[in-house]
């Protein structure tokens, strides 16, 4: 009995010690999910302007503006750039963008996975080590970039990608990462980075008689990459503040989960007890029945 | 007229300002009140902004960007901006 009893109080005092470490990683992902989530509105100012700006000058000039980044080829090499996180606990975040990713290329590119043609840009430890497990052609050059998350750092890879696509080294480039909905939904996707889609002429775009410096052709050339920049950069962005989001959600669960399981150990704690005290009390009362028969 | 420079980081400045001068991809150029529509290129080089006549300047090292200009309102997208401290 005594020892059943050290038992559950043993169990008792390891789940509430893992109770304490999964508050605190709520706690600490709280607070950079909330940074993470500045991030994406200090951004968008400058995306929407970018966007704003490139259709001004494709609605304002005549005919089409065709450029290298948005040739259409026959798809022989894919790249796929996939964005996991560096840190598991998240619950199922980095197993859904893999999964993902993996449906996508069984889907879409099924004939140039066969020949070895897709290659995989990892940004995020996670993916990386998954994909080299399972035989990809991963790449690890843009792995660490969530160490040192900046601007600087992200376009590196987006310009890499660009270079490489218009040496014809990959036909099309597709972005899978989770898109940030709110702290406990994400949203799991396929973005086409490369080639990029015609910039549709808009109606309700500013007519005026702009001075462009230089041609507009060049300045929607010097254009065009910083766009791509910015998805990049939004994209992974977004799986910062989801990954957060989603560990966030995830210790949370896990708290909840160790309080339950506090609430039937506590009980079966006490039930023990009081099991121990009532044989101690008969084993008194028999005893002292047996000397005075 | 208004200033904003804008980078993918944060808002650099914003506020009113008397004049903006540039390095625009083919020379530096100032934009003061009542400019015409433009849309520029720049090059890497120094913005420097002009709070007021009387000589208050504000100073940005730019890597590159773009400037529109258009109904009084200036708004310039950069990357790798870093305010210079002035003397």
């Known amino acids: ?293 | 007229m208004n200033l904003e420079i804008l980078t993918p980081e944060k808002k650099l400045y914003s506020g009113e300002v008397y004049g903006v001068q540039m390095p625009g991809i083919s020379g530096s150029f100032e934009v003061l009140e009542k400019h015409a529509p433009l849309v520029s290129a720049l090059k890497a080089g120094r913005i420097k902004v002009l709070k007021d006549k009387q000589n208050h300047l504000a100073f940005f090292d730019i890597q590159s960007g773009f400037v529109e200009v258009i109904n009084n309102k200036v708004t310039v997208l950069v990357e790798g901006a870093i305010p210079v401290e002035t003397a």
Do not use: C
């Open chain 1, 1 to 293: 009995m005594a020892g059943q009893l050290k038992e559950v109080r043993n169990r008792i005092k390891s789940v509430q010690s893992t109770q304490q470490i999964t508050k605190a990683m709520k706690m600490v992902s709280a607070a950079k999910l909330r940074r993470a989530q500045d991030a994406i509105i200090q951004m968008r100012p400058y995306a929407r302007k970018l966007q704003e700006m490139l259709s001004n000058i494709v609605s304002n000039s005549e005919g089409e503006v065709g450029m290298s980044l948005a040739a259409e080829r026959p798809i022989e090499n894919v790249l796929f750039i996939v964005i996991t996180s560096d840190r598991g606990l998240a619950g199922a975040f980095n197993a859904n963008v893999i999964k993902l990713a993996n449906a996508t290329i069984a889907e879409k590119y099924a004939a140039q996975h066969k020949k070895g043609n897709v290659a995989i840009w990892n940004i995020g430890k996670k993916g990386y080590e998954f994909f080299l497990k399972n035989n990809y052609k991963a790449d690890a050059t843009y792995k660490d970039i969530f160490l040192h998350l900046t601007f600087e750092n992200v376009q590196k890879a987006a310009q890499a990608a660009m270079k490489a696509f218009e040496e014809k080294q990959f036909d099309v480039v597709e972005i899978v990462y989770s898109q940030f909905k709110n702290a406990a939904t994400q949203k799991f996707e396929v973005e086409r980075f490369l080639p990029i889609p015609k910039v549709a002429k808009k109606a309700g775009a500013v007519k005026a008689d702009f001075i462009y410096d230089p041609s507009k052709e060049e300045l929607v050339k010097e254009l065009m990459p910083k766009i791509l920049n910015t998805q990049l950069y939004k994209a992974v962005l977004d799986s910062n503040a989801s990954e957060h989001g989603a560990r966030m959600t995830a210790m949370d669960k896990a708290s909840e989960n160790a309080n339950e399981m506090l609430r039937s150990l506590k009980i079966s704690y006490n039930r023990a007890r009081q099991a121990a005290i009532t044989t101690e009390l008969t084993e008194i009362v028999s005893g002292a029945a047996a000397l005075q028969g």
